[in-house]
């Protein structure tokens, strides 16, 4: 047992002050990707200011959860950005992003959980992630998914995306050797509890090799299978 | 529109009065089955009185959730009775049982789920009817379901008990005709909630022809598949 | 105890691919019933190419819980679809059903319950089965529904719809010989949470013979009870 | 509209000071009854001092959920208290109450409701009032409450407890012209969720006349039958 | 112990079957009070037809939770109803209700439990009852609820209606000898649980005498308050 | 132990009387700031009798969660009213608070958070606070709150506003010396139930010094933050 | 808006390094006081060596949660250690605090909520406070709250403690100008959810001035009121 | 748009049958590693049979949350295995595991969780993986993570382990580019709700790369890092 002399710790990190918000452009010195900007709840203008300080800093950036409405008005002011209808992301890119090693596997169970899968797909590509996509691959009709284990089963990172009882992501973690990130998805009614059931069925998964983000949280499993993706090319 | 005469309802239906209970003896003409007694929150004698009763108006009778020490209790006063020790079964038969058309298939998720596959067993058995068990076939390792699955679908009932997520119950529904009854279980830790995770993931199935029954009730998906049997000798 | 060889599992089904959906054709031969989508969610062109696969291929079609404005899309391009207002139910009918054994009764508890009640006896007749409906024979009444006892006590299934407390399912299972399978619905307000309270009280219920399917979930009662009689079919 | 110039509340009611606690002697003037002691979390030591300031002011008191233990503490001391294993009732009687105008009918669901039942009936007498009990007439076999409602309907209060789905406290409510106070009881298991269910399920009657208390609360039951009772004398 | 007789229960009760209703037109008789209509969720076509069934039988009836329009298409067709737009019920009188004795005391905490407030006021001097309002009482400024707390003890039957953390039920108990029939409502905002919270609460109070309705449920609350009453008179 | 004779509590609080609402005129002298309207669910016309009182009275007033709507229609007669768009306060100022001693950090995790945050500001600016915000320093970029937090310590309160997990405000409170009043917000999407994990987080920190109040309750952490700036001035 | 060049932060402050654990022996020069340790989950030889390192860097050291087993492991091996049965502190005291200006009042409802207000009077006595206690002053008997009211009054925090509804917080802030800190207690039954119903009302309390602490957690309110003292002696 | 001729899917998995139980031994070829057994609630004969099971075909197996009384009852017949007291593992090993590439650091907050760190310890060394530990780091104490934070950031995948409220995944995932595998545990009191705070709170956190699974699971936290480890390797 001994006292411990710590240092200083350094942090050395810069961000843009914009009053409203500090963005953070050390990001992808410090955890390897661009900000996000979750759109939901800020007010046209904010965003507007938000990726033009990006553009000025000639960042790239992603702007989750973006209205149409919204879209419209940054793209009124900044041409460069990009709008996904499905996914409902804006996006900014100022250079090509370093492509990644290895693939991703992004299933869902049912047609109604295609704008969290197409978030999923389009965040990953663009950190310079292979995408490969496998849908309407639920439970209720076994053989869908078995038909296409064997391509699944290639890909190093596989996303499972359920709404209702969620089973996809467990029947996926005893059927492949690659980490299973699990999204629940609010889609279901009754009981299902808004996504609570599938988020709650999927961190009970009897199956190993699972891990969840939150409910109709594409973004964040994108991201995560990512992460996981850099450590190949880490090593 | 007209009002509607209502004829007096006549429910000519008896009870023995034990003043702390009521037995229901014109059980069996009424809806088939006889009086089962809920034995957990009785004291010892509340339960010799109960079965003494039943005893002597030569009914049959279950007792379910029956601890060890109320078993022996009942016992020794009446040696008539049997007791199983892993469904927790106290039985009392003074006649056997009209075998039922057809047959059940008991489907259970792991190992912990056997004292709920049991009960459902041996209730079933005890109204008379046929029962084939298959357990441990968790969707963990699906291939163990799947190796057993044209067995199953020869059934007419299928009961599927699991805990944790609780997936059993859809993809079974998906993969046979039958009707299936699902028991989710209280086997799991941490988020399970003691099986509400189950129960409502199992409720929320995205397959079609579950129905659903309370966590670890046993008892009551062995009725349910028993009145379904039954439909099969009406016709 | 000995190593148990397993046989390839042969899964032979079939599927139509659309991209963003596969539907499961094979439904039919491998449980008995064919596909239904489930309309909420889904864009109106989705839902054109769906039906219009399901046409091509001479298949029967349910679409649950479709929108006035959906069915309008679908019905411009597609006049054989059938639409239903009060069960929301839109259907495709390349050839008729074959008629199954028994009868079910549908009952629910207020009037409120009706589009769940028609819901589920749309289905039903769908899928061929006879269905007798007994509509405001909630337990505020009693009378209500003692009067209508015998002519319930006549069917091989009831579904027994209510929202609030949801007591009707556990009095009619205490009544009669038939499987009840319960419909718990969003009826009701304050502590009623959306359906949650009938469901859970639905699923806690004294009486025996009762299992539950989701909140508002006709559709899936109705399957569950021709899942029944088709048993009686089959014997 | 108008200042209103607010007159001091005269509060002249007087407590006896014990450090650990404020005995509420004023309580039979101001609402109507003794205090009541609830004696779960309580030290033995605590008891013993309170109910001896209790005796020594000639005060009537009831201890609530009083174990045996804390019961034969205070025994050793007070041989003046009187102790009901049933309803775990600990009781001081320096008077005889005044005997209230009416009638109470106090009902259960089952078997294991009875020591609920019986603490509902304990309180009541104690308060001077006439209990009539109806044991185990739950829904289940509906013919046994039908066999006893002409008796309950000639009672002023109706007190219906029960676990599980608490059906019974509707049904009666549809039956009879007096107010019904609803005791849900933890009586149950798995999903009933220690009496959440059968709590929620009760406020959420579709028959009126129902009011509710909380979880296994008999005494709080008899309090608010006998404040009912008082009105008629009052009157 | 013996072998009880039951003879058969005579439900002499009628009704009005419209077909998607049945009208509970014995009620008066059985319970003490004209049927009330929950009108949401009910067609404005279906409400016609119900209060038409009731004014051709000369019936009283009231409707809560009436909306504006259904209102409007029912007068239309029937110039005798009645509309009151804070309490939102629809009523309609054929018969001039008889006197209760007594008198109920209606206390609300805040100005937003207004509507509740003014429903249990309608429905309780429609049904015969002398009413007093006590409005804005709530706990944080308690020298509000100290000076009305003479004219409030004076009352038969207390009616507490509040949000948010539903102190007021509490505090009035703990101040008058007549029962207390708490009315939790949806008022507040974040953790309040559209009145979840101030139901638990009530339920939890430490202050006997207290008995719970649904949230916003100014009607059963009246109707309790009523049924109290009538016992005064009964006796 | 002896029997307290207890004075007459004199309460000469006064209020107005507006029939639908009392109010508190007399809050100032009692707990140390004028009364607080909230205004949603209040009707236009109930504000505007209720702000023309406390301007007759020649009160300070707040109005919180006021609409725009509502604050048009009362303008209109009251010119002298004030009304800010982010905070959505209307206030009335007819006379000068005095200055309290000390200061109060404004610190929020995100921009979504900023209406939450300009509430409590605009609730302690009002009642004579001296304000200090930090916007935007929420975790996930943790360089921003570090490089702040020497002018956070020197705050004599800290309000620590956050939505999605509420890690904010246990940072905080580990890094200074003032108490920290925790504001969780409904920030956040799918599992953060609207503000109750905040909420809950922010009640379990692991870190002392922290309380907490309701979701999105900006003026409750305001005015605590207030009653503590005055204990420094009080002694 | 400007790019900020973020200076490094240094955070100097040193722990113990134990291997199971690091103890933070700056925060007393951090956040004010010392650390303090949650004993319940760690194993005694864990405590003691914790302990002991306190001792040997001539810490003031508190333990909260600490079973008698435990403690008795320590003091056979530090005899400088004390003990609160009450409260289930462990103490080690190697300097006298500074006194704290200002009063702190520790207010409980009931008998049962005792052992939290000692904990909370413990921890801040050590820290230095002058402490006044009001027990046993809950809301059923309003008159024993108000007997005390202008002695509470007289504090500088209140803390307020309750369990079942938890309405004496909300009373005394509408009475008191001081910050009350309000602690839910596991004090109930049934409903009470183990302290999540009184935690919630107190949350959504209607006055305002109240923040509030986790379950039984005296500790945590007992620090908040001492940072709050705090502040009177750095003005 | 075309008809998929769907192959027979070729499941060729063998598995072990007990009876009560079928062993997955194929799972080492299909997801990569061997079976783990979850030991809480099977009898400790069934226990030794599996793993005796295992020992006759060679395996390597783990069997989690295993209570010293089923280890002793195993290790007397079976003297191969090993127990670890701290992570209640069992092990059994029959070969050397092969190595994996990268690390992991595994970081818990307070000493209370180390029963936690130490099974996904245990378990990633068991599977091959090199482990780095880093143990009470939690938030309260911010420097003492920062003081680790570069020995962190070299590591390729991050278990982050905290009850209470779960801060420390957050702040791990803002300041390392590894994927960060989060497991609330069940450690706190009172309002933690046994873990289901720190679990919705990591859930939602507004960090990314962050993904988290069931309360208490080392063991799942464990394969999951070696899932990722692994795909360093496969490319």
Do not use: W
């Amino acid at each position: 047992m001994g006292k411990m002399p710590v240092k200083a710790v350094n942090m050395k990190d810069d961000y843009l002050e914009l009053g409203f918000a500090k963005l953070d452009i050390s990001r992808k010195r410090r955890i390897g990707f661009d900000e996000t900007v979750f759109c939901s709840g800020k007010t046209k203008e904010q965003l507007l200011q938000i990726f033009s300080a990006f553009q000025e800093n000639s960042c790239n950036a992603l702007g989750t959860r973006c209205s149409r409405e919204q879209y419209e008005f940054v793209r009124n002011a900044m041409p460069e950005v990009h709008y996904d209808t499905t996914s409902k992301i804006l996006s900014l890119r100022n250079r090509k992003p370093q492509a990644l090693a290895g693939k991703i596997a992004i299933c869902c169970a049912g047609t109604a959980d295609l704008p969290i899968a197409e978030e999923a797909a389009t965040v990953a590509e663009f950190q310079g992630a292979t995408v490969e996509k496998f849908f309407d691959i639920g439970v209720a009709g076994l053989h869908r998914l078995l038909s296409k284990i064997e391509q699944i089963r290639r890909a190093n990172v596989v996303i499972a995306i359920a709404g209702m009882e969620g089973s996809l992501a467990g029947i996926l973690a005893g059927l492949v050797q690659a980490p299973v990130i699990a999204v629940p998805t609010s889609v279901g009614y009754g009981a299902s509890l808004q996504g609570i059931v599938p988020l709650l069925s999927m961190i009970n998964s009897c199956a190993e090799g699972i891990s969840v983000v939150n409910i109709d949280n594409g973004f964040g499993a994108a991201i995560q299978a990512c992460r996981i993706l850099k450590q190949i090319a880490h090593h």
